[in-house]
């Protein structure tokens, strides 16, 4: 049964580079028929797409955040990665890895906690 | 961008009842590239529906998807208690958006 699970710090300062990573089990993230993506949502509102990676590197980002991010793969360790520069307060939310079939995502991790504070 | 509006935000209904949750873009979804997602408190969101009527492993068949260019429909056929949740819709036509999300709580 394929699992995702996020990591990485639950707090990081304004201006700073937030990094996550996410480790998928049950399943290799080199099957071609995936996409593995980002997707936030900040206390008590909607859901963001943030970007999404195929195995082989190539990467797909929203236009609202693209001078921000970086989304990258490990496959040796079945991981994929984000990294948001230059945080704000509005980019406090809960951070979700998925699993995407043709970018609609069909199972989640449980999601992480990402506080932007000083 | 396309912008997804859902209506109502909130629909209060009893168990048993019948709910019709609507999602509108401000334009055509191609192919009708257009999922929902059920969302309970502390959890992950749940795939319901994609490509606008078929169902996701797993869902019950109280769940339908209908709709095509920008108007599209999850119909739930009768409540049950575990469905009481938020709902979103999503395009994946083009760079992916959500809709805002409609509210089903218990009358």
């Known amino acids: 049964q394929l699992q995702l699970q996020e990591s990485g710090p639950g707090l990081v300062k304004p201006s700073e580079t937030l990094s996550l990573t996410c480790t998928v089990s049950?399943?290799?993230?080199?099957?071609?028929?995936?996409?593995w993506g980002w997707i936030r949502q900040p206390p008590g509102k909607g859901l963001e797409w943030i970007g999404s990676?195929?195995?082989?590197?190539?990467?797909y980002y929203n236009p609202s955040l693209k001078s921000r991010v970086t989304i990258s793969v490990d496959t040796s360790k079945n991981q994929f990665s984000l990294k948001l520069s230059s945080v704000t307060a509005a980019d406090t939310a809960v951070y979700y890895c998925?699993?995407?079939?043709?970018?609609?995502?069909?199972?989640w991790g449980q999601g992480t906690m990402v506080t932007v504070s000083s | 961008e396309i912008v997804l509006t859902q209506s109502p935000g909130t629909l209060s209904l009893s168990p048993g009842e019948r709910a019709t949750l609507s999602c509108r873009a401000s334009q055509s979804v191609s192919s009708s590239y257009l999922a929902w997602y059920q969302q309970k408190p502390g959890q992950a969101p749940r795939l319901l529906i994609y490509g606008a009527s078929s169902r996701a492993t797993g869902i019950p068949d109280r769940f339908s998807g209908s709709g095509s260019g920008t108007d599209f429909t999850l119909t739930i056929s009768r409540l049950e208690p575990e469905d009481f949740a938020v709902y979103y819709c999503q395009q994946y036509g083009s760079s992916p958006t959500f809709g805002q999300g409609t509210k089903v709580e218990i009358k």
């Open positions: 049950g399943g290799s993230i080199s099957s071609s028929s995936y996409y």
């Open positions: 998925a699993r995407q079939i043709e970018l609609v995502p069909d199972i």
């Open positions: 990676i195929y195995y082989s590197g190539s990467t």
